[in-house]
T-cell receptor, first 110, second 115 residues
Framework: QKEVEQDPGPLSVPEGAIVSLNCTYS??????FMWYRQYSRKGPELLMY????GNKEDGRFTAQVDKSSKYISLFIRDSQPSDSATYLC??????????FGRGTSLIVHP | DTGVSQDPRHKITKRGQNVTFRCDPI?????LYWYRQTLGQGPEFLTY????????KSRLLSDRFSAERPKGSFSTLEIQRTEQGDSAMYLC?????????????FGPGTRLTVL
């Protein structure tokens, strides 16, 4: 079993939909949680990070962490075709080296 | 464009050949990371530098792999005697350092194909 599990998708939604992306993890030592966006043939780009249970909002994006369930989510409101990308969750133990999920491919169609 | 550059962007080589990749981090960043990403997977950590010191290496980094960061600026990743299983995207990232969650900025990657 991998330390970080993430459904690869693809997840296809219509423009304007609310998107929910999720990861589960097995290591309770993980303290910091991140979401990256990766467009095709590009490197990952950090979207959000959080280190506590609860919600963190940034524009159309909300990151949610539930440490008791070892479950994190990223919500995207009013999704746009430009949001079409692979979304990677990542987490670390307080060192600098994150463990990544395999990524979920999101397709937002007009 | 994050400011991290990698060269070349694509490399096709025959099995058994040596290849070298270069990463130029954001100039004031003192940490530099190498990752490998295969199709449908997330990036996997390979190694990490603090300035010129290589502080951590993954067990994924076999003896055929070597990385350097002379003078704490650019870094090179060399793969000797390439194998078909080395085919992947090699990503470089850099960060300022100083906090547990300091942001890593990724380059566009070098895509390696071993025939």
């Amino acid at each position: 079993q991998k330390e970080v599990e993430q459904d690869p998708g693809p997840l296809s939604v219509p423009e304007g939909a609310i998107v929910s992306l999720n990861c589960t993890y097995s290591n309770s030592a993980f303290q910091y949680f991140m979401w990256y966006r990766q467009y095709s043939r590009k490197g990952p780009e950090l979207l959000m990070y959080t280190y506590s249970s609860g919600n963190k909002e940034d524009g159309r994006f909300t990151a949610q962490v539930d440490k008791s369930s070892k479950y994190i989510s990223l919500f995207i409101r009013d999704s746009q075709p430009s949001d079409s990308a692979t979304y990677l969750c990542a987490m670390n133990r307080g060192s600098y080296i994150p463990t990544f999920g395999r990524g979920t491919s999101l397709i937002v169609h007009p | 464009d994050t400011g991290v550059s990698q060269d070349p962007r694509h490399k096709i080589t025959k099995r058994g050949q040596n290849v070298t990749f270069r990463c130029d981090p954001i100039s004031e960043h003192n940490r530099l990371y190498w990752y490998r990403q295969t199709l449908g997977q997330g990036p996997e950590f390979l190694t990490y530098f603090q300035n010129e010191a290589q502080l951590e290496k993954s067990r994924l980094l076999s003896d055929r792999f070597s990385a350097e960061r002379p003078k704490g600026s650019f870094s090179t990743l060399e793969i000797q005697r390439t194998e078909q299983g080395d085919s992947a995207m090699y990503l470089c990232a850099s960060s300022l350092g100083g906090r547990d969650t300091d942001t890593q900025y990724f380059g566009p990657g070098t895509r390696l194909t071993v025939l």
